[in-house]
């Protein structure tokens, strides 16, 4: 085990300084010149290529495209060593050793951390891992790309799946198993993720004060990002102990107090004897942590909602898009301070669109005088639609939120060279728009396969989150940012405080407004359509539309829809309230970094607060957003746009926490700073209590009978034949496999998850979340259950031939979910794998005669 996990630390390194060159080169604003992010940079440049070439045809999709898009990488990088200077180049590198030995060492570090959590616990077993295996083998046994989908033959992968193309890369360089590599790949996120956002904040800090001192302190940036978590570890420890609670009238149990937190399984009677264990809960106690949100519909009905946080997701171990994307979304991070940090550039003054009208005059300009012809001409865009565009590829979601992210700093340096203008404005969309398509282009065949479950916008009517539960989520982040804006708005000058009321009241009430105004639309479109009803096409399916989404929020009944749920919200104004004195703090502040009036502005008051204050500003759009409306998908609620949003508020918020929580402990002295430092231990102590009791009941038990393993197939030791006929089918020829079809989040569809195989059918529900729908399913579950069954030939061969099945499994999940008939494949087909419990027929290739033979 060590031999391999050495060997994919050291991939990986060789692969950041092979991208180094180009990062160098590119940007040259940080003081790091990109070498925290190069290992990112490496892998996503990588993985374009290899796709790309393997997606034209131009190279298979094997170890020969892989190590043909490195060459390619690597001759970008020599170009860039080349425009640099190689004497430039390594001069600069021989005086960062200080920062050299502090990132490698927090890579290594991470890196070997994670290892030891995932051998812990290897099993690809349950949650989404065994559709994560899937695509990984599936990459893996495809010649050319798109690869194939594992879970429905004769389709390709309708997913983001750009980060299982990255795993699968490495996979190949290291020529390591897919299942010990897909543990491998978790432990490595976690590391690229612990490195970018050090260098994040190492780029913020470094601008003032020592490099040694902002080597230290960067640290606080991955421990923020990937070990603090919410509150819920701590609420576990006191419900465990009992606190708050006593005993009734009738001897039960009572809690005000739990009641009003509300969140579910603590709202319920501790376990006697009380300790301060939470793992002593029955279930899995540290689940809940991911589900301290809670919606009610206007029925008074709860509804399910995710509230994923990093350290939780690595612990869950699930090699999921929004997992995937981390590195990658701190690299664009990187570009977006980069950009932040670089002297004023000369792009035209005339926008895109007033260019567009003087040319359909005949008297425009040439077009490179432009605003965004400026742009169009610098390498920094196109990294940046690089980037970006692979971002879409990897979890769709952040596309849109780190192209805002990277124009908003960008109209944010010209209103601090220009001054304010309704100019920036159309700075930031031309810029966006021009990004978003660039970012598409670059990725166009990954579009031309890819099916979206988005339905479009739907008003937030019932559902909202209350405030306790919004700082049990987010609380060990806003603290430490709360005291720093209070720190800034006493010590600058030139602050607006009407200015950040009036767009907090613009933003949360017109929110607000939109959504109840949507929601008017859905009931007036009701009424209109019910009135027609039974006269069908378009009207009738209007009405069933408008019927969903009332019984999605809990009632029909404008009144009780509109202002019942107004007076719930008017209740309940944690949420809002926060939002909005956060939102109007933050944008009051923007105006004073141009001041420098004061000994403090002066002196220790830094430009990169403005950078802080934009991604608070970021934050604060993704957490209000679905307070009044969420994407409409597959499961018609708001969960998964407050798990996306969400996950990503923490990720901006933490890197802000971070450096508030340095600037704050650098910058106040005496009885305050003695204060800050005891709240700020408090709520860091509070925060570590989820990680504290996750790690040692993950790693409590070694020794005892468990042993570290990277093998994610180890469950399937105790069951040998399985194992043997999956191992069979990995390096059979490929060919479309039939098995037993089963519910999502089980063992079913397990051949072709683990040898990469193509199946008829494998989980349908996530197929039909992938595809919007179950059009491309068909029959196709009933049909495998008419294959197993029937004991007629005909119907057997006419199923295989339309699938154009070539193998047939027949194992204990077949004769268990299926009164199975073998008699027949046994007659007809060759049987080309055995074990006590596992049969595997092969159907022949010339299907037409030899499956109609008497």
């Given at each position: 085990m060590v031999?391999?996990?050495?060997?994919?630390?050291?991939?990986?390194t060789l692969l950041g300084w092979l991208a180094f060159p180009l990062a160098f080169r590119l940007l040259p604003h940080l003081a790091d010149r990109g070498y925290t992010f190069s290992r990112a940079l490496g892998l996503l440049l990588g993985g374009f290529l290899f796709w790309m070439l393997a997606s034209l045809r131009l190279t298979p999709a094997d170890g020969g495209g892989a190590w043909l898009a490195l060459g390619l990488t690597a001759l970008l990088s020599g170009w860039a060593l080349r425009q640099t200077g190689r004497r430039t180049f390594w001069g600069w590198l021989r005086g960062q050793k200080t920062l050299i030995l502090s990132a490698e060492g927090l890579f290594l570090g991470a890196f070997v951390l994670w290892v030891l959590m995932r051998a812990g616990n290897p099993e690809i077993l349950g949650t989404e891992k065994p559709m994560e295996m899937a695509f990984i083998n599936a990459i893996l046994r495809s010649p050319t790309f798109p690869p194939h989908d594992p879970w429905l033959s004769g389709y390709a992968i309708s997913y983001y799946y750009f980060g299982y193309v990255i795993i699968a890369l490495l996979t190949r360089l290291t020529g390591v198993d897919s299942a010990v590599a897909f543990n491998l790949g978790s432990a490595m996120w976690f590391a690229l993720t612990s490195l970018g956002a050090?260098?994040?904040?190492?780029?913020?800090?470094?601008?003032?004060g020592t490099v040694r001192k902002a080597a230290a302190w960067a640290v606080l940036a991955p421990l923020f990002l990937l070990v603090v978590s919410n509150f819920q570890g701590s609420l576990d420890m006191l419900h465990a102990r009992g606190a708050f609670w006593s005993p009734g009238p009738d001897g039960t149990l009572q809690s005000p107090f739990w009641q009003w937190v509300g969140i579910k399984e603590v709202d319920q009677p501790p376990v006697e004897p009380f300790s301060w264990n939470p793992t002593r809960r029955p279930g899995i106690w540290w689940w809940r942590a991911s589900r301290v949100l809670q919606d009610f519909d206007a029925a008074g009905n709860s509804v399910e909602v995710i509230d994923e946080f990093p350290f939780f997701s690595y612990y869950l171990g699930d090699l999921h898009p929004h997992v995937l994307a981390m590195p990658f979304v701190l690299l664009a991070v990187g570009l977006a301070l980069n950009l932040f940090q670089r002297p004023p550039r000369t792009e035209g003054e005339m926008g895109a669109a007033r260019w567009l009208v003087s040319w359909l005059s005949g008297e425009a300009a040439p077009f490179s005088q432009t605003h965004l012809g400026g742009w169009l001409r610098s390498a920094d865009f196109w990294l940046a639609a690089l980037v970006m565009g692979g971002l879409s590829f990897l979890n769709t979601w952040d596309f849109p939120i780190y192209v805002g992210l990277f124009c908003l700093v960008y109209a944010f340096t010209r209103f601090e060279a220009l001054g304010w203008s309704w100019g920036r404005v159309w700075e930031f969309l031309e810029l966006g728009v021009a990004l978003g398509v660039a970012g598409v282009?670059?990725?166009?065949?990954?579009?031309?396969?890819?099916?979206?479950?988005?339905?479009?916008?739907?008003?937030?009517?019932?559902f909202f989150t209350r405030g306790v539960n919004f700082w049990v989520m987010f609380g060990t982040l806003l603290l430490p940012i709360a005291a720093w804006l209070i720190w800034q708005w006493s010590q600058r000058t030139g602050t607006n405080f009407r200015a950040g009321l009036r767009l907090a009241a613009g933003v949360i009430f017109g929110l607000w407004a939109f959504s109840y105004l949507l929601a008017g639309m859905i009931l007036a479109v009701a009424a209109l359509t019910g009135a027609r009803l039974g006269q069908g096409g378009l009207n009738d399916s209007l009405y069933s539309l408008s019927s969903l989404f009332f019984q999605l929020q809990g009632s029909a009944d404008a009144r009780d829809l509109l202002w019942g749920t107004l007076a719930r919200r008017l209740l309940s104004p944690g949420t809002w309230l926060t939002l909005f004195g956060l939102l109007a703090a933050v944008w009051g502040l923007l105006p004073a970094l141009r001041k420098t009036e004061t000994p403090f502005e002066q002196g220790k008051a830094r430009r990169e607060d403005g950078f802080v204050l934009l991604l608070l500003l970021t934050g604060l759009a993704l957490t209000a957003v679905p307070e009044f409306v969420y994407l409409r998908d597959q499961f018609g609620w708001r969960m998964n746009t407050i798990f996306k949003f969400y996950f990503q508020a923490w990720l901006v918020w933490s890197l802000a926490a971070a450096y508030a929580s340095v600037m704050l402990w650098q910058t106040l002295g005496g009885a305050k700073r003695w204060v800050f430092g005891v709240l700020w231990g408090l709520v860091v102590i509070l925060s570590l209590a989820y990680p504290f009791w996750a790690v040692n009941e993950r790693l409590g038990g070694l020794g005892q009978g468990r042993a570290l393993s990277l093998d994610g197939t180890r469950f399937l030791q105790n069951n040998p034949d399985e194992l043997d006929a999956i191992r069979f089918l990995r390096q059979a020829p490929l060919g479309t496999v039939a098995e037993a079809v089963g519910g999502q989040y089980t063992s079913y569809a397990r051949m072709a998850t683990f040898s990469g195989q193509p199946n008829v059918l494998g989980w349908p529900g996530h197929e039909a979340q992938w595809r919007g729908g179950g059009e491309e399913m068909g029959s196709r579950q009933s049909d495998i259950e008419l294959l197993y069954r029937t004991s007629r030939w005909e119907e057997a061969a006419?199923?295989?031939?339309?699938?154009?099945?070539?193998?047939?499994?027949?194992?204990?999940?077949?004769t268990?979910?299926?009164p199975v008939n073998e008699v027949k494949f046994q007659k007809r087909l060759k049987l080309v794998f055995q074990r006590e419990s596992v049969r595997i027929y092969e159907v022949p290739q010339s299907t037409g005669t030899a499956l109609d033979q008497p």
């Open positions: 031999g391999t996990v050495m060997l994919w630390y050291i991939v990986v050090y260098g994040v904040l190492y780029n913020l800090l470094t601008r003032r282009g670059l990725y166009l065949p990954f579009y031309v396969g890819f099916s979206s479950q988005a339905g479009g916008i739907l008003p937030s009517v019932s006419n199923i295989l031939e339309r699938y154009q099945i070539r193998y047939v499994v027949v194992g204990s999940l077949e268990g979910t299926y």
